[in-house]
T-cell receptor, first 115, second 111 residues
Framework: GAGVSQSPSNKVTEKGKDVELRCDPISGHTALYWYRQRLGQGLEFLIYFQGNSAPDKSGLPSDRFSAERTGESVSTLTIQRTQQEDSAVYLC?????????????FGDGTRLSIL | DAKTTQPPSMDCAEGRAANLPCNHSTISGNEYVYWYRQIHSQGPQYIIHGLKNNETNEMASLIITEDRKSSTLILPHATLRDTAVYYCIVRAGAGSYQLTFGKGTKLSVIP
């Protein structure tokens, strides 16, 4: 079946511009996660959505970062006034529930490059 | 979540079984063992997970020792496409949804 889909796969933009990244989770998955992965580094948690509950935004690095999710479907991650340190791969994952017994399934990410 | 220890790299001949070890000596009773892998320029891929019993799926087998302090991921017939970094993760209960990858094991499958 269809996996997690992210778009665009690559994004190059100038410093100071806003960018919007999109994630389509696996159909029926109620939990959705955003992570950031800098070159050669591990995963950095950004935000977690579970159903209609308030999202856990504790990983967002600054107020330039925000994310939304419509119901249990598409999510968008927005970065305003981009900085060079925002360059990274942004990964989205979904799981059937947010329970610890449920694995997270990842998309291939959006590679963001800030010039 | 409990810390895991994996060898930094391993080689495996194509067609042979790849056995990737993981130590998690501080694991607690409610923590699952998860395995993911990441192939260059792709997102992490879920492989398998287990709590106490050995598990098998279409990708791999997971062998967990009786004391749960270590586990082994087995790829029964490694192919060149299995070359990747493999991560062993131990996750606790509700609230521990944030995945944290360590250094992992770089598996190289050799023709």
């Amino acid at each position: 079946g269809a996996g997690v889909s992210q778009s665009p796969s690559n994004k190059v933009t100038e410093k100071g511009k806003d960018v919007e990244l999109r994630c389509d989770p696996i159909s029926g998955h109620t939990a959705l996660y955003w992570y950031r992965q800098r070159l050669g580094q591990g995963l950095e948690f950004l935000i977690y959505f579970q159903g209609n509950s308030a999202p856990d935004k504790s990983g967002l690095p600054s107020d330039r970062f925000s994310a939304e999710r419509t119901g249990e479907s598409v999510s968008t991650l927005t970065i305003q006034r981009t900085q060079q340190e925002d360059s990274a791969v942004y990964l989205c994952a979904s799981s059937s529930t947010g329970g610890f017994g449920q694995p997270q399934h990842f998309g291939d990410g959006t590679r963001l490059s800030i010039l | 979540d409990a810390k895991t220890t994996q060898p930094p790299s391993m080689d495996c001949a194509e067609g042979r079984a790849a056995n990737l070890p993981c130590n998690h000596s501080t694991i607690s009773g409610n923590e699952y063992v998860y395995w993911y892998r990441q192939i260059h320029s792709q997102g992490p891929q879920y492989i398998i997970h287990g709590l106490k019993n050995n598990e098998t799926n279409e990708m791999a087998s997971l062998i967990i020792t009786e004391d749960r302090k270590s586990s082994t991921l087995i790829l029964p017939h490694a192919t060149l496409r299995d070359t990747a970094v493999y991560y062993c993760i131990v996750r606790a209960g509700a609230g521990s949804y944030q995945l944290t990858f360590g250094k992992g094991t770089k598996l190289s499958v050799i023709p």
